[in-house]
């Protein structure tokens, strides 16, 4: 492969999800051939690249072509060498100690929604993936939002015209505590480093100008000014839909995978089905603007 060659594309799903091939990050990609993988994204949602063989700094190198890192001081623990733009994301431990955020992404949610400017992609590469009886753990699940909010009927579209909910870091923990899963190593008091924030509950994609369906299981804590349980089912009703298993896409991780995704236009879901079987996997953040 080499910056020169033609990248064709295989659709996953109707809903999301491409394959692009003839892409090699290690060799260096063109300026074409990222404006194919910015275009993906776009039409897609989330990209996989196969068979990709990077160090930190060409993972860093390449997901800096989409847009500036995301500089939260919030997993600052699990850098792998060192490489601060990179959060190691793993279940792998060392002299007894986690050398990655455990149970990361075990609830369905967006990345960074917690905060005022969520990140706008996702680059996640894997370098270990667990395998039982040769068919692979450790799968991840993406949902449209996009699909999602097209697919409600008018009636609802109209309820949620102009509200906004409460997202939310803290409650992610307590959500996070209720379902027995392990705590991000958060560096500093939480409420210091992501204090709640208000999204608009239907956001404008910032460059197809699409309308995405923004309240998550994981970050949504409440819908602003709603009475406490009409606000949650309404949000329960809306992530039964987001996540309708006819429309999931379940990655089923490779060694070498990359894979990029959109967090206005999705939703992901890392199913943590492998226990102590080693899953190790790098993770970039990409910074977005602030949802309208
Ligand atoms: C995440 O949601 O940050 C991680 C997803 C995964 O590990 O599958």
Known sequence: ??????VTATPITPHLGVELHGLDIHAGLSEEQMSQVRDALNRHAVVVLRDQHITPQEQVAFSKRLGPPLRVSLFTKHKPEGVDELTVVSNIHRDGVPIGVMDAGALWHTDGSYLAKPDM?????????????GKPLGDTAFASTEAAYD????????KLE????????????AVR??????APPVTGKVDDVAPDVEHPVVRTHPITGRKCLFVTEGHTERIVGMPAAESEALLSSLYAHITRPEVVYRHKWRVGDVVIWDNCSTQHLAITDY???PRLMHRAGISGPAPF
Request: no cysteine; charged share 20%; aromatic share 4%.
């Open 121 to 133: 992609y996702t680059v996640l590469y894997a370098l270990q993936v667990p395998q039982r009886d």
């Open 151 to 158: 697919t409600l009927p008018a009636e609802t579209k109209a």
């Open 1 to 6: 492969m080499n910056a020169s060659q033609a």
């Open 275 to 277: 226990g102590d079987i």
């Open 177 to 182: 505590r209720r379902s027995n899963l392990k």
């Open 162 to 173: 102009g509200l906004r909910a409460v997202n939310s870091l803290t409650h992610h923990m």
